[in-house]
């Protein structure tokens, strides 16, 4: 066995890697970016290795420098983690030639199935079946938009050598085949280094289901059941689960023979990951193998009682696999969800900046918490915006559905915006409940997943309102209330709240010993009987006409935040003179929703736009994201250019 590894990355798989290399006597390296100097994967090795500026390409991707750092600190062997260069051939290679080994399977394994083309050609040798399309070296755009025409719309467009949800297209109608193609290999070019692209069938209401092999210097092949990732925003995965529901035990030992039948293809060495579209008639084809760790294989460690890592290093080490086919068993149901900055009303952008409160569920036999960030951390631009993965264990899948819902309502970030009330929306619907799985999920159950709310409901007004009293200086606070004399009324206070799109007013009634008796919202005739309030740490708790309502409570400076499992609001403290000033300001200008890289500029000054066009693309985490035209109008001047960084709410266009 190693006695000493380096991570080739970063975040909460490092961390994730470091914890069982810990728990099997292994010394770790980290390698860091200058932006990561404090990050909690450096702090948790044994030691460290600064390899560059923050962006990816100066750092985590220069594989030199990781090289250099491994035979420096005297690292036996190279852990990858995902992404970034865990399914680079030339890395592995490269690792070979100084005399490291690469905890993966051989460079060869990882070029034939890093090519989504090759992958596929090699399938269909192997007997494994696969999706409709064209997989073909021509790129010509002409010849592809004919191929797209001979499979038949919607078809989508997919980088060859992506991944992660990136370089993905779908295409409905003839006429958007063109301008889908060039974004698509223009992000598969940024992300990937490889523009190539192929063109799939879509398949309509699919699966994404993947399974888990593992093989090993023996020659030795096994498959630790599947695990479905239908549940997409953006072709990325946000919930996960194992075992896929509704599979019978002989599809399921279908899936796991082609999975194996795919590995043993390319001699495959390690955790390899092979993933099926499932059609609505029970048929699946192949799409892809990840030759690297997942994301989402908590959940099959938690169904499986293994540790993932540990396999991998003792195969890298040249043991054999732990155990057999026959020796594998599923036990129960688990969930993961990604928890994310970003904010689902504004299309999933990512959200940056720092993490001022962060609480996250306890963990236990049935809760696991894997992440890379503390309170106090920053959300970056430069990398992925996941905050945590929660992953959650129950006796079936009504279990674990129960148990997800009661840790996200423990689970509180504040500063950036994220998708925790998404996800638990998402577990609520019918559809995920009824394990009525596709990658349009969140499509079908739009009108069910995005708030339409504009403003809090009233327990919520009233538990700040109550937070705010306790807090008021003591000048004018609880004590100094009582004091004073009133004909034929107690003592009120009046606070004021605003958020996003909403301003409410909100009056507290207090009785004789200054505690609030009441709450009623200006403008509005029903008053709440207050019996009892408590606060305590980050909580606040008010007994209301036979109700208790509760919320985690976090306040910075005039922000404030409430949080609990039917709802999340942020909003200020606004005090009467700044009420006075709050005026709705119609601007004529369009401002970047998030910090980026201007990549294309569709228009000019004096061009007339209509609402809905595309006005110009930004790049933010290697994902392109359109700026369109909100009304009719005419530009008036473009603010910006190709090539420009941009930060978020910066002019982009002014208009006439």
Known sequence: MFKKILIANRGEIACRIIKTARKMGIQTVAVFSEADAKAQHVLLADEACCIGPAPANESYLLIDKIIDAALKFGAQAIHPGYGFLSENEVFATRC????????????????????????????????????????????????????????????????????????????????????????????????FGDEQVLVEKYITQPRHIEVQVFGDSFGNFVYLFERDCSVQRRHQKVIEEAPAPGISQQTRARLGEAAVAAAKSVNYLGAGTVEFIFSPEGEFYFMEMNTRLQVEHPVTEMITGLDLVEWQLRIASHEPIPLNQESLTIKGHAIEARIYAEDPQTGFLPSIGPLLHLQVPGESANVRIDTGVIQGDVV????????????????????????????????????????????????????????ALSTNLIEYEENNLFDKATEPQAEFLMLGAVYEWYNLPSIRGPGALQRGWRLNSNAQVLFTFKGKGWMKSIC?????????????????????????????????????????????????????YLGNEVGRWTYSVISLSDQLQIKEVHSGELRAPMPGKVVVVNV??????????????????????????????????????????IAESADLIAFQ
């Open 508 to 560: 507290l009634f207090l009785g004789d010993n200054g505690v609030p008796t009441g709450f009623k919202i200006i403008g509005q005739e029903k008053t709440l009987v207050i019996s009892n309030w408590e606060l305590g740490h980050n909580r606040v708790s008010v007994d209301y006409e036979g109700n208790r309502f509760m919320a985690h409570v976090v306040a910075n400076q005039n922000a404030r």
């Open 604 to 645: 000019i000054n004096g061009q007339s736009v209509k609402k809905g066009e595309v006005l110009m693309v930004m790049e933010a985490m290697k994902m392109e994201h359109s700026i369109i035209a909100p009304m009719d109008g005419v530009i008036k001047s473009c603010l910006c250019k190709v090539g420009d960084q």
């Open 380 to 435: 970056s631009p430069y990398y992925d915006p996941m905050i945590a993965k929660l992953i959650v264990w129950g006796e079936d899948r009504e279990s674990a559905i129960a148990q997800m819902h009661h840790s996200l309502s423990e689970f509180h970030v504040v500063g950036v915006a994220n998708n925790i009330r998404f996800i638990d929306q998402i577990i609520k619907t019918k559809s995920f409940a009824n394990a």
């Open 96 to 191: 070979l030639q100084a005399g490291i080994v690469f905890i993966g399977p051989s460079a060869e394994s990882i070029k034939m199935m890093g090519s989504k083309s090759q992958a596929k050609a090699l399938m269909q040798k192997a007997g494994v079946s696969l999706t409709p399309g064209y997989h073909g070296v021509d790129q010509s755009p002409a010849l592809l938009a004919k191929e797209a025409a001979k499979i038949g719309f919607p078809v989508l467009i997919k980088a060859s050598a992506g991944g992660g949800g990136k370089g993905i297209r779908r295409v409905d109608k003839a006429e958007d085949f063109d301008s889908a193609l060039v974004s698509c290999q223009r992000e598969a070019k940024n992300a």
